[in-house]
C-alpha cells in the first residue's frame, strides 16, 4: 500500500509536466546561442530520451533507504533510491540506446517535492562512447522545464560544465513506466 501511495504522487506529479509551456525551454535554448558566439571550447547540445521503469520484475529505479518520517511525509521525504535506467535517442523505449543514467535520488525538501540528484550519464554507443557526464543538483520533480547543473565529466566531455533542461515526456500508470526528455547544454575542454 505504501508503494501504491508513492506510484500515485509520482504519477500526479508526471502528469502535471506533461501540461508544461516551453517558454523556458525557448529561454534557455537562446542563452545558449548568445553564449556559444563568444566562447572558444567545445559546445555541444545532446538531446535525449531516459527510459524509467518505476516497477515490476525489470524496475530500474530502486528504494535503498529511508527515514522515520517518509512513509508519513507527503513529499517521501527521506526516501533514497538507485536508478540505471536506459537512455535512448528517442522517447520509444525501443530506440536506440545511447547509454545508462545511473546515480542516486534523494526525496529532500519537506514541503513541496524536490529530489537531490546525483546522476551520471554514462555513454555507450556513438561519438560519446566510453565518456560521462555528472548531472548535480535539486530537481523540482513538480516543475516543468528542470534545470540542473553540468558539473563534470570524462572522456570527451573532460572539464564539462553546462546545464540540462528536463521534462516527462510521458507515464503510463499501468505499466509504472515514465519516459523523460532531457536536452545538455555543455562546454568541454
Not at 526516501?79 to 542516486?104: F, H
Not at 554507443?125 to 516543468?144: A, K, W
Request: hydrophobic share 40%.
Amino acid at each position: 500500500m505504501e508503494k501504491l501511495g508513492t506510484i500515485l504522487i509520482l504519477f500526479s506529479l508526471l502528469i502535471a509536466n506533461t501540461y508544461a509551456t516551453s517558454k523556458e525551454a525557448k529561454d534557455a535554448e537562446k542563452w545558449f546561442q548568445n553564449y556559444l558566439s563568444r566562447r572558444k571550447e567545445k559546445v555541444a547540445k545532446l538531446h535525449f530520451y531516459i527510459q524509467d521503469a518505476l516497477g515490476g520484475p525489470n524496475a530500474t529505479l530502486w528504494e535503498v533507504a529511508r527515514s522515520e518520517i517518509t512513509s508519513d511525509s507527503p513529499t517521501m521525504f527521506g526516501q533514497v533510491s538507485v536508478l540505471d535506467d536506459k537512455i535512448t535517442a528517442e522517447p520509444d523505449r525501443n530506440s536506440e540506446e545511447l547509454g545508462r543514467a545511473q546515480g542516486l535520488i534523494t526525496s529532500a525538501d519537506l514541503r513541496v517535492s524536490g529530489l537531490a540528484m546525483n546522476m551520471n550519464v554514462v555513454f555507450t554507443s556513438g561519438p560519446y562512447n566510453g565518456s560521462t557526464l555528472c548531472i548535480l543538483g535539486r530537481n523540482p520533480i513538480g516543475s516543468t522545464n528542470r534545470e540542473l547543473p553540468i558539473v563534470g565529466g570524462s572522456g570527451v566531455f573532460r572539464m564539462a560544465r553546462g546545464f540540462s533542461i528536463s521534462n516527462t515526456y510521458s507515464y503510463d500508470p499501468v505499466e509504472n513506466y515514465g519516459v523523460l526528455e532531457y536536452t545538455v547544454y555543455v562546454f568541454y575542454a
